[in-house]
């Protein structure tokens, strides 16, 4: 009878159990983060039974001796528990006492609802007796302890220890054992994050009875009282939420509906999703009086293996993910793919180009800053992020050209060819522009974006990634080329304020006409992260500019993931090749080189695009 009840509860398979209904828990998705720990599950709601055996005593101590002190002594029901609370009963005039033991609760929980009529009553007393029958009191407490809801979406006390206090349930202290087992009696009013004196007040109830239980001593009851409860205020792999949604669809593609448990292995990395989760909440309310409202992340490593995503700036608020779903227009984040189509042209960062008024099929250009530069270097326009001379470099390529090399670093989305295209017009995803961006930090080679490593039922393998090559779409010399004019955008230009000292940085801000998106995508060796900001409703914000608030919420996230990553430069790239064709439009005109006179003088405002 044992191993049948445990093939039942861990396979998710449905078995008639002798007396009893059948009992059924739906299969459960697992997804790991690249070092083992839980970031999320989908599928059934309730994990398998805990082994009661691998926690510290006082934890199913703790709810014994406050739900059911006579667990060990009854065969399902409380007879002295139930005379207690029909005396409190009539006293009160009132039902103001309950008198279920944990085997009730528990037969509730498995075949029955919360109705609180005396058929309920009758049903739950016999599924009690049956369950007594035909399982040990083991094996009903760790059905219970599994089962029973604790509040904010957490059920059974695996779950609600990793929500509550981010750590196995076997680690948990007995002052931590103490603040769980106050739940069940009112999920919401003790939940010890959002109202810690309640929580408090019905603890000490619990260690009180655990004295009288015998369970614990004065001495530890004093100890456990003295010690600081540490709650996390919202679940700790929340931010990792939008990451599990994307990839809950891949993993049911992958290998179909589960029919028993299965455990995902990922790519990203916790500690960092944290860290770029805390910067887009830090930056969008820092700047909210300027009406931002929403923020995106995404980072990946020079594979493809996204390490970071974030999808908004409170998943439980918004699970809408805007990271991967989200379209917005790129602004001057675009104009690394006019340039790059311009130097495999034959242009140099040095090829001078003028800032003059212009207009083509009708469209008139502005810049950020009024006025015009005159004759500047191509990396000073792109440092500077001039809009007259991108748009001038793509009608001279030719903007088909510019969109098939949008197209051939990753960009997914349909491309406009207006000449507005130069600018930033087209939308995209930040998902997107992160993928295309990484050509420029891994030496010019495509990546396919992923964040699934292998899906694993046990130790049996039910899928594993394999690496299917990554081409080389970016040659030599404009790869290097485009670098450079990337660095100095940072180290001169409208990103100076993404710099960090001591780390090889490049990297291209991006804002729209109306503010109404406003980006920053940079990069190192091997790790690129792309931000975007701005609002869901698609209204303007404030003045916010790509070289605003998404630098500072890039730095401060990078900040914290270059201490992560290992330290590199970003790669030169291939040997100067001609392998991969690039388009023949007709070339840029050659303008004079400036004197040092007509170069722009640096007044100490950088214009914030």
Same mark, same amino acid.
């Given at each position: ?51 009661? %055996? ?96 604790? %509040? ?178 790129? %602004? ?136 299917? %090559? ?140």
């Amino acid at each position: 009878m044992i191993a049948l009840a445990a093939a039942v509860l861990l396979t998710g398979t449905t078995t008639q159990l002798p007396g009893l209904p059948p009992i059924v828990r739906d299969p459960q998705v697992t997804y790991l983060d690249r070092n083992g720990a839980p970031i999320g599950v989908r599928g059934g709601r309730f994990s398998p039974p805990i082994d009661v %055996g691998t926690l510290p005593a006082y934890v199913p101590a703790a709810f014994i001796a406050i739900e059911d002190r006579r667990f060990y002594e009854h065969g399902g029901f409380d007879a002295i528990g139930i005379a207690r609370a029909i005396v409190t009963d009539i006293a009160k005039g009132r039902a103001a006492e309950g008198a279920s033991t944990i085997t009730q609760q528990l037969a509730r929980n498995l075949y029955l609802n919360d109705d609180r009529t005396a058929q309920r009553k009758a049903q739950e007393l016999v599924y009690s007796l049956d369950l007594e029958r035909d399982l040990t009191k083991q094996q009903i407490l760790s059905l219970y302890l599994s089962r029973i809801f604790f %509040g904010s979406n957490a059920y059974g006390i695996e779950d609600a220890s990793e929500r509550y206090f981010n750590k196995p349930a076997s680690r948990l202290t007995l002052r931590e054992a103490a603040a769980l087992a106050s739940l069940p009696k009112s999920p919401s009013e003790y939940d010890p994050a959002e109202h810690p004196d309640r929580s408090a007040e019905r603890s000490r109830l619990v260690l009180d009875a655990m004295v009288e239980t015998h369970a614990i001593t004065p001495a530890q009851r004093a100890q456990a009282l003295a010690e600081p409860l540490h709650v996390w205020k919202t679940a700790p792999n929340a931010p990792a939420q939008y990451f599990v949604d994307w990839l809950d669809g891949q993993t049911r593609t992958l290998v179909g509906a589960p029919k028993q448990d299965i455990t995902v292995d990922t790519t990203l990395d916790m500690s960092l999703e944290v860290a770029a989760s805390n910067a887009a909440d830090t930056t969008a309310a820092r700047f909210a009086a300027k009406r931002v409202e929403q923020a995106a992340l995404v980072s990946m490593d020079g594979e493809g293996r996204l390490r970071a995503l974030v999808g908004g700036v409170d998943y439980a608020a918004s699970p809408f993910d805007r990271a991967v779903q989200a379209h917005r227009q790129a %602004g001057s984040s675009w104009k690394p793919f006019v340039y790059l189509t311009a130097l495999e042209t034959g242009l140099t960062p040095d090829s001078p180009v003028i800032d003059q008024p212009v207009t083509i099929d009708g469209w008139s250009p502005k810049n950020f800053e009024p006025g015009f530069l005159g004759p500047i270097t191509l990396q000073q326009a792109l440092a500077q992020s001039i809009n007259t001379v991108a748009a001038q470099l793509a009608d001279q390529v030719g903007r088909p050209n510019v969109a098939a090399t949008a197209h051939r670093l990753g960009i997914a989305s349909p491309i406009n060819t207006d000449p507005a295209m130069a600018l930033g017009t087209t939308a995209v995803t930040p998902l997107e522009m992160a993928t295309a961006y990484t050509a420029f930090s891994n030496g010019g080679q495509r990546v396919s974006a992923y964040g699934i490593e292998r899906i694993r039922v046990g130790g049996r393998v039910l899928y594993q990634h394999r690496p299917s %090559g990554q081409p080389q779409v970016i040659a030599n010399p404009p790869l290097s080329e485009l670098n450079q004019m990337l660095h100095a955008v940072i180290a001169s230009g409208t990103g100076v304020h993404a710099a960090i000292p001591g780390y090889d940085l490049a990297g291209k801000t991006g804002t729209t006409s109306d503010y109404k998106d406003a980006w920053f995508c940079g990069f190192t060796g091997g790790l690129t992260t792309v931000v975007w900001m701005g609002r869901d409703d698609d209204t303007p914000m404030r003045g916010i500019t790509g070289g605003s608030a998404p630098v500072e919420f890039w730095r401060s996230y990078m900040r914290v993931a270059l201490r992560r990553v290992p330290v590199q430069t970003i790669p030169y790239g291939p040997a100067p090749t001609t392998a991969i064709p690039t388009p023949t439009p007709t070339p840029v005109p050659i303008q004079p080189t400036p004197t040092p006179e007509q170069l722009p003088q640096d007044n100490g405002q950088l214009p914030p695009l």
